[in-house]
Structure formats: structure tokens, C-alpha cells
């Protein structure tokens, strides 16, 4: 089996999106269960709640042995390792921004390949890349990083609306308008981290 | 495009649902991402369990653009208005009750038209009406306030059968049936609200 | 109608499942709408997912009314007799446990019926058996048990494969092979409740 360098850097965004989830399932000392199920849930959420809402079943996830060998280790990998894993938080940031950049594309793709209108593929595309961790918040009782901390699902937003503007307006190759957007998205995501942006919260 | 009267209503309903999770990010002091969210969990979150129930998919909300148009209105609407919003509440709790009244025969009419049993049916309308709300509190991490409260899912379940009832033992028209239902549904809740009606709650 | 001795053990189990919902809901004094929404959730959630997953929609329940009437039954019996029913646990845990074991086994053959890989449709198993408590601690704001306290998911895990590995490595007929199965799960089950089993928790 031959990876293309996408489908590479993809895997690398869902190992980083798993030991995210497994990182919070080790917080709470939940169990082996716990882990691989928060593991899963925060890298395959986003794209499962896409699939189910456009009706694209079996989800894709169920067949997709790479993704789903990927999520193991990242588990496996961040129970044995856990300090270790945390020394290593700038290369997972890197990783889990490329991650929401590829997954938002991805999203944006399978709207327009089912002929929906253009702003819900974009909400689509921010659907697969930032509801797993949405998910994770969710089922763990956290409250939902994604609505108070972090420029993330933005970052996801604003290449999204890039994505679509440069394939309406340009007549770029598919290839560079996607190379593009992806990496506004990792730019935007990795100086938000960086700087310590944060959208303004909304207060009475 | 012309707006028919009942569509007007659903719009009315669609915006109250979604100002009430518009604010309940305004209370958790969201960004704009939970308050986008949270708006259209709470406006859509009930249809959305029923059509991936009933395998009605692409989910409805996909393609309307003018229930989105209305739940994004209403979240910034909520954002920029906050204290002058509250004041309208009394406006609002109408508004919400009518599109419970609504979307419960929606829900009932799709589970009619896929040949599911009656008492399912009913329970679609139910779950149409009253779920988005269950969906914002889980998410926002309050406890649900559809199995404590209020008699919200009562007043939908007993117009619900009332519809049912009608139109299995009457001849009248389908549109006066549907008038009924709902008035029936929107004056349980308007009356339980107004009076402070609640249903027991089941203790040890 | 003349069930089956397997319908008649389902039915056993769904009706603990149910009542563990039920029971969750009296503990957090929710009303009759909460008692009956958890019932629901925890007997049907697991195999809703898992419909939704593969795509096998309308699920399954929304036309079963056997199972419909064992948990509105199994509802009213725990709030009308709460603290009888709590000197049943025993038994209940055994109808839960046996629930577990047949629940798992439908999961993964409806899996293996829609072609999915062998692991996939074991997480199936699992998602079948044990993810409606899942949603009822999500739901109702507990952490979920699922991930901390007991040998649940992991007794169903344990049973799949067995299954699994009965079915290809021997020449057992399929019936045999679901006894023992299930067997299994409800012995690996009811020794780790007995004996206070847990799971190693990971901790940092």
C-alpha cells in the first residue's frame, strides 16, 4: 500500500486528534474503555455527524482500517507515554492543526459532491474538523472548548469561505486552491495558539 | 417568494427556538462559535433526531435556507440585544409555543408518512419539538430542563394525540385538525407557564 | 404471537435496561417525560447508534412493539414501586447482564451482515450492549460509568470475540456458538460486579 503525502498528513492530523481525546480520558482516569472511546469519538465525531446528517452510511470511519489503526495507537500511545506525550505538545498542535485544515476540506467536498448550498458545506467542513472534540468535551462533562477557549473552529471557517471564494473566482488547480486554504487554516489555528488569540465572548 | 401564513408561523417558531439557545451561549459567555451552535442545536436539534431516525436524509435543515437565515438572524439578533431581548420574553414564550405546536405535527406527519406505528408517531412530534431544547442543555452542561421543569413535552404529547385522535374519529378537514392541535398545544403551554405548572417529579 | 425463549431473554433485557434508565431518572428527581425519555435511551440508544452508523434506518425500535411496551412498562413499574425494585438489583443485574450478552451478539451480526471488517462489527457488539448507559449518564450529567466503575464494556468485548473466533475457527453450529458467547459475557459480567472488578485506571 502506497500512501499519497495527503492521505500521510491526514493520519498524522487523526493521531493527533485520538491522543487529544485519549490525553482527556487519561485527565479523568477513565479506564481502557474510556480511553479508546474518547480516543475515537474526538477523531471520527466530526466527520461521523457529517456523514450521518448528509446520509453518506455506513459512516466512513466503519471501513477505514488505516484511520482506525491510526486512533489505537494514539491511545495505546498516549497511556504508555503520557508525560512523555505531553513534552511533545507543539509537534500535536502542529499535527492537529493540519488535521482540522485536511478534515475541513474533506467536509467542504462531500457537501458539494451531495449538492448542497455553498455556506452549509462550509458548515460542514467545520462540522468534520471540530465536533469530535466538541463530542469529547461533551461526553466527558467538560464544557465545550470549541465555544469559550480557542480560535479553532474560526480558523476552520475562514479557509473554508477561502476554499469556496478561490474555486468560485479563480480558475487555480483544485490541488493549490486546497493547498492554500489548508494552510490558512494551520496558519490561523497556530497563531491563534501562539499569540493567545481569543474571539471575543459574549457577555449580557 | 411567497410566504404562506402557516410558514410565517414556523419562521416565528424557528427564531424563538433559536434566540432561546442564542442565549443560553449568552449565559455561559460563549464566543460567536457557541453562540451559532448553540442557536441552531436548539432550532434544528429536534427535526435533525427525526429525520436520522426515520432515514429522511440529507436532514431537512440542509437545504432550507430560510429557517438558517432565521436562526443566524435570531443569534445575532440576541447578541447585539441582549437586555432588550429579555424584555420581549413574553413575546418569545409565544413564538417558542407555537413552534412547538408546529414542528410536533411536522414530526407526526413524517413519521405517518414512513408507516410507523401511531404512539411513534407521536413520539416523533414530540421528539421534533422538544429535543433541540434537550440538545442545548446537554451540550451547554445544564441539566436538561425538559425533564424537570415545565410542562413543555406534556403540552406537544397531548396535542399530539388529540391530532391523532381527530383524525382518526372525525371527518373534518385536515387543516382545521391541524389548527386545533396546535392551538391545544400552545394554550397547555402558555397556560403552564403562565400559572407555573409543573408535572410531578418522581422522587424515592 | 408465540415468543421465542431468545425474544423472551431480549425482552428480560430491555426491560433491566430500562429500568436502570428509569432508575436514573428517579434519582435526579426528573418528571414522568425524563422517567420515560432515560428508559428509553438506555434500552434503544446503543442499537440506535449503531443503526445510524451502518445506515440501517428507520432503527430498529421505532417499530418494535414488544420492546416499546417492555420499557414504557419497565418505566412505571420503577416509579411505582422504587424502593421494591431496588431489592431486585440482584436480578436485575442478571437481566442486565444477559441483556448485554444478546444485545452484543445482534450488534456484530448485523454488522457482519452489512460486510463490515471483523473488529469494526465487535465495536458494534459493544456499541450495542453497553452505549445507551453511555447516553443516559451524558444525558442526565453523570460521568459516564461506562469508562470508570465496572467490567461492563469489556465483558461485552471479551464475548464478541469469542464470537467471533468460535465462527471462524471452528465448526460449531451458529446457535452453539451464541450460547456460549453470551454466556460468557454474563458470567465475565456478573463474577465482576461480585467480585468488584474494575479496570485499571489510567492516571498521568
Redesign the interface.
Known amino acids: 500500500m502506497q500512501l499519497t503525502f495527503i492521505q500521510g498528513l491526514e493520519l498524522l492530523g487523526t493521531f493527533a486528534f485520538a491522543v487529544s481525546g485519549a490525553t482527556a ?11 479508546l ?2 480516543a475515537f469519538v474526538t477523531a471520527i465525531g466530526g466527520g ?1 455527524i457529517r456523514d ?4 453518506a ?3 466512513a470511519w ?2 477505514d ?1 488505516l484511520t ?1 489503526s491510526a486512533i489505537i495507537a494514539a491511545a495505546i500511545i498516549a ?1 504508555l507515554f ?2 512523555y506525550v505531553k513534552k511533545l505538545q507543539n509537534w500535536l498542535n502542529v499535527f492537529d492543526a493540519i488535521g482540522l485544515g485536511l478534515f475541513t476540506i474533506t467536509g467542504i467536498n462531500k457537501g458539494v459532491a ?1 449538492g ?2 455553498i ?2 458545506c462550509v458548515a460542514l467542513g467545520v462540522i468534520t474538523g471540530s465536533f469530535g472534540g ?1 463530542l469529547r468535551d ?4 467538560e ?2 472548548f ?3 477557549r480557542e480560535v ?3 480558523a476552520s471557517m475562514a479557509g473554508g469561505i477561502l476554499y469556496i471564494l478561490l474555486g468560485l473566482h479563480t480558475s487555480l488547480p483544485a490541488d493549490i486552491i486546497q493547498s492554500v486554504s489548508v494552510t490558512v487554516i494551520v496558519a490561523v489555528r497556530l497563531f491563534g495558539l501562539h499569540y493567545n488569540w ?7
Open positions: 480520558a487519561i485527565n479523568k482516569s477513565y479506564d481502557i474503555i474510556g480511553l472511546a474518547l461521523t450521518l446528517l448528509i446520509g452510511t455506513p459512516v466503519l471501513t482500517e482506525n497511556a503520557v508525560s451531495v448542497l448550498p455556506p452549509i466538541l461533551v461526553i466527558s462533562g464544557q465545550p470549541l465555544f469559550t479553532y473552529a474560526v481569543h474571539l471575543p465572548r459574549i457577555r449580557q
